[in-house]
Structure formats: C-alpha cells, structure tokens
C-alpha cells in the first residue's frame, strides 16, 4: 500500500481484504465515523472483530497507511483467544454470512466481491490447516452454504490455494491435504512446461517476423526493379526475341 497520499475505497475495491488484515489493534478510527455507521464488534467468543474492520473499510471515504512501528503484538500464546479458535471456530463463518450482508444491504457488494470471495477461499483454507481434524471437517461441511452461495467461475480465484480449496473444500480435511500436494506439484509442473512452450513459441514468432521482414525487403526490392527504367528498356528490346523464339518452337 502507498504511504504517500490518502486512498479511497474504489482504488482497493478488488483487493481490500487482501491489503487489510481484520483485527483492529493496527488500524485507528475517528470516533464521528464509528458512530455515524453504527459500527459495533459482534458478540462473538473470537472473530468478532472482522465485521467491524472491514465494514469501516468498506464505508470509509478515505484511508491512510503509516509505515512506522507504533505497537508490538504478542503471539503463540496458546491461552489467547487466538491460541484456542478450536472452541469457538463457527464465529468465522457467522463474521462471514455478516459480512456478506452488510456489503449486500448497502449497495457495496458488487464493488468488493472479488475480494470478499477470494478471502473466504483462503482464510478458510489457512483455518482448516490450523484446526484439529475433526473439527476441520465440521468446518468443512458448514462452510458448503457459503461457498455455493460465491459466484462458481473458477477462474474468479487467482490464487493457488483458492483454486484447489474451491474443487476440494467439500472433502474430510485428510484427504483435502493428501490431494493438495499432488495436485500443487502438478500444476507447478504444468506451470514450467507452458513458461518453456511459452519461450519456444515466442522464439518461432521472432524468426517467423524475421523472416516476414526479409520477405517484405525482397518484394520491395522486386517491384523498384519491375519499376526501373533499365528493366523497362530490357524488356522492351527482349518482345521480338521472345516472338522469334515463340515461332520456332
């Protein structure tokens, strides 16, 4: 993000839950704002302040980023909340569906829904990767609603992670992982293989141009030679022993 001027939403629409994390402790808020949009944390155990974050984001008329050191946030403390999500992994999905709503109830939703889908995806890929099994496939289940609710071009989801978790959310968090890796080295394969057809191809272009360009200087040259006047002459003094030699035969 660029520190050197103010931003306004439309010029982060398609990236704003990208660019922004949605916990509050790095961000500060003008209090008229807060109020005028009735922004308000969720009563959630943990996730409670994604609907608040993102919601200000989404309405504020502009935003300005600081690149200073102005707090340390302590972490891997596993009597957090952060450190104990498993109790209370379901307030994810409802700070989404909230989320979701409120982009929808004011008009917003079209301006940032490429973001919003894209952050679904891999916020919940990186929970289930965090969670313990049993209650990573529970996610998994609950999570189905929401995904059939995205937009289901698959090309929507740039990512990697996006892209596989969108064909292979539906799965036990076992075999979600045990599918991820082949399927990553394979595509990382496919990915090295088009980069050198890529080249080769863009290797026959330059010849094939190459040798358009000596085709053309060689047309140019044959006409300015048709045009002569030297071959005009030429020509004109070979009609009667082209006629002679037409007779004999």
């Known amino acids: 993000m ?18 922004f994390l949605g916990w509050p402790w790095d961000k500060l808020f003008r209090a ?13 155990r943990t996730t409670n302040d994604a609907y608040f974050v993102f919601s200000a984001l989404a309405l504020a008329s502009r935003v300005s980023c600081c690149d200073e050191i102005l707090f340390h946030h302590r972490s891997n403390n596993s009597k957090s909340l952060e450190g104990s999500r498993s109790k209370s992994w379901r307030c994810a999905l409802e700070a989404m569906v909230s989320i ?7 008009d917003l939703y079209p301006a940032f829904r490429k973001s919003y889908c894209n952050w679904v995806m891999n916020y919940s890929y990186w929970t289930i990767s965090t969670l313990p099994s049993d209650v990573a496939d529970t996610y998994l289940v609950e999570l189905d609603a929401i995904v059939h609710d995205m937009p289901a071009d698959q090309g929507y989801y740039p990512g ?3 892209r596989l978790f969108r064909e292979l959310f539906s799965k036990a968090r076992s075999e979600l992982l045990s599918d991820i890796v082949p399927a990553k080295e394979a595509l990382v394969e496919s ?23 000596a085709l053309s200087d060689a ?3 044959i006409d300015s030679i048709y045009q002569s006047r030297s071959y005009r002459l030429g020509n004109l003094f070979m009609k009667p022993l082209r006629a002679i030699k037409d007779a004999i035969h």
Request: zero cysteines; glycine letters at 2%.
């Open 219 to 221: 047309n140019q040259k």
């Open 160 to 162: 990697l992670q996006e």
């Open 191 to 213: 990915e090295r293989i088009f980069e050198e057809l890529s080249g080769t191809i863009e290797g026959q272009n330059r010849e094939i141009e190459s040798l358009q360009r």
């Open 2 to 19: 660029p520190y050197d001027a103010p931003l306004e939403p439309k010029s982060y629409a398609d990236h704003l839950f990208q660019y």
């Open 100 to 106: 979701d709503a409120r982009l929808k109830d004011l």
């Open 32 to 44: 008229d704002f807060v109020s005028r949009e009735q922004l308000q944390f969720q009563p959630l």
